[in-house]
């Protein structure tokens, strides 16, 4: 596919086939995909926790009501003593690092056939506890992966974006 059509073709997924798991290599080229991304100072301050097994799964619903019976979630977090703080003082490349990391590995999903969905839909410090997550690092999203139930579909918003009229402006 052509990046524009991963691009276009890609949606938040609601319902998955559970019974359906996502292919080891397709999830390595997602995982690389992540892995590739650039982060500020190169400082690659991300990790990310494949969560598979009954357990851990339960794990996450424990915390959020959006996995929607995904096989696998990757949960991003970075850790904040190794992030890069900018002039000024008052912002670190933390969340977006981490943010870029994620999309990459959403859009890489699509690029792979797999469904996703981008999952903010809880209270970092629960995650944290629910995994037993270090204190220094902090839970920027999770991503639900797997495969659409039978004729699952975007949902009305999807094709529904503002034009570039209203969120660009020339200068
Ligand atoms: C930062 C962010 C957080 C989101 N959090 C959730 C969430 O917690 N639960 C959920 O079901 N969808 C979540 N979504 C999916 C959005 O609702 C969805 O991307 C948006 O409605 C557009 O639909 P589309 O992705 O199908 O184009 C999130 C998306 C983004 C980008």
Known sequence: MHFMEVVANRFSCKKYDGSRPVEPE????VLEAGRL???AKNLQ????????????LAKIDSVTPCRYGAPTCLVVTY???HV???????????VEDAAIVATHMLLASANAGLDSCWVNFFDPEKVKEALALSESEEVVMI???GYGAAGTKPLANHASRKP??????YR
């Open 26 to 29: 397709k999830l390595r080229a």
């Open 164 to 169: 570039l009229s209203e969120t660009v402006s």
């Open 84 to 94: 890069f703080t900018y002039p000024g003082g008052q912002r670190d490349s933390g």
């Open 37 to 39: 991304a650039p982060t």
């Open 45 to 56: 301050e991300q990790h990310v926790y494949v969560v598979q097994s009954p357990e851990e």
């Open 79 to 81: 850790d904040k003593n």
């Open 143 to 145: 991503l639900d992966l």
